[in-house]
């Protein structure tokens, strides 16, 4: 088989392919780093103490605004998405109080570990082929348990748009997506960023119980529901002893 005289693209393409196959649902190309307006707001964020007792955020906050202090030899990100949404309207649970509301997504595996084993056998198809092509590319892969911005790279990458939740929407799948990352050391052409369709729209920000969103775009997670059940140590324990 002859070498392709356009070895990035013919990559480019490998991959899209290769990760659908995998079983993702969404798939697109970022460069390997994050605007300057996510990163600002994320200064703002740690600022005001609005990440609470998540004192990792601010300690590895170098490495969140930065994908390439992260990892030194990442050129591109490519960034999946599974889709996660339920069969049936999820809130319809609310008109039954005396029954207990569980999160979606905490209703089936673990999406760290299926999200994790299809990004490592998507990592060494890509390998593979990165040589097959004559590019050597190495890989690292994330799914939500290292400091990557993954909503603005998703956003970069074409997936969605960043709502006034603060959460990543697609035009295809809603909130509904899931999120990993494979970084890449091989610079390969990003995918168009995804424009903010919000408009005047704020069903997202009253559907808070907790009045968590301060303002639109903004997240005060000492308000958080998932803050105070999972991530504030004394919540949680007071949680799980009742």
């Not at 990792?56 to 030899?73: C, G, I, K, S, V």
């Not at 809603?174 to 960023?193: I, K, M, Q």
Request: include cysteine.
């Amino acid at each position: 088989m002859q070498p392709s005289p356009y070895p990035k693209e013919s990559f480019r393409a490998f991959l899209r392919d290769a990760a659908l196959a995998e079983g993702f649902d969404a798939v697109g190309f970022a460069p390997a780093s994050v605007p300057s307006r996510a990163a600002d707001a994320l200064r703002d964020f740690l600022a005001e103490g609005r990440h609470g007792d998540m004192g990792w955020m601010e300690t590895h906050a170098d490495r969140r605004e930065d994908p390439q202090t992260l990892w030194p030899e990442a050129r591109s990100v490519l960034v999946v998405g599974q889709n996660y949404a339920p069969g049936h309207d999820p809130l319809a649970l609310l008109d039954r109080p005396e029954r207990g509301a569980i999160s979606v997504y905490a209703r089936n595996k673990d999406y760290h570990d299926l999200m994790k084993a299809r990004l490592r056998a998507l990592a060494g198809k890509a390998v593979a082929e990165a040589a097959r092509l004559g590019l050597g590319c190495d890989v690292k892969l994330f799914v939500d348990t290292a400091p990557v911005m993954e909503k603005p790279l998703a956003v970069q990458a074409g997936l969605g748009w960043q709502g006034k939740h603060t959460n990543m929407v697609s035009r295809s799948f809603g909130s509904w997506l899931l999120l990993g990352e494979l970084f890449l050391s091989v610079d390969l052409a990003p995918d168009t960023p995804e424009p903010d369709h919000c408009g005047r729209c704020s069903r997202c920000l009253t559907a808070c119980p907790t009045a968590a969103f301060p303002a639109p775009y903004q997240l005060d997670a000492r308000r958080c529901i998932a803050y105070l059940t999972i991530e504030h140590k004394a919540s949680s324990r007071r949680t799980c002893a009742r």
